[in-house]
Nanobody, 114 residues
Framework: QFQFVESGGGSVQSGASLRLSCTAS????????VGWYRQAPGKGRDLVAA???????DYNDSVKGRFTISRDDDENTLYLQMDSLKPEDTAIYYC????????WGQGTQVTVSS
């Protein structure tokens, strides 16, 4: 079964940086577009950033200029570099395909304090 394992979260202060990793049990090169999602307490799961196999990227307006998504298909790993973190970035972060979803992983908690 194709699974994702997210890691790299933590508790930081406003303005800090974190780098999230997502390792897949299968080949992510079979997924045209993969992305990072986040779910804040009491809210739905939103797409934060996506990257196609072509390298084209898309970002939610709330993270543009602060977050950078990348993928390493040889390592079956997706990354999210998060800079200038804000308290509103606090959420559980997940990775998955964009148009074709696989089983969701457990996510990684990111907590940003002011």
């Amino acid at each position: 079964q194709f699974q994702f394992v997210e890691s790299g979260g933590g508790s930081v202060q406003s303005g800090a940086s974190l780098r999230l990793s997502c390792t897949a049990s299968g080949s992510i090169s079979t997924i045209y577009s993969v992305g990072w999602y986040r779910q804040a307490p009491g809210k739905g799961r939103d797409l934060v950033a996506a990257i196609a196999i072509t390298g084209h990227t898309d970002y939610n307006d709330s993270v543009k200029g602060r977050f950078t998504i990348s993928r390493d298909d040889d390592e079956n790993t997706l990354y999210l570099q998060m800079d200038s973190l804000k308290p509103e970035d606090t959420a559980i972060y997940y990775c998955n395909g964009v148009t074709v979803k696989r089983t969701w992983g457990q996510g990684t908690q990111v907590t940003v304090s002011s």
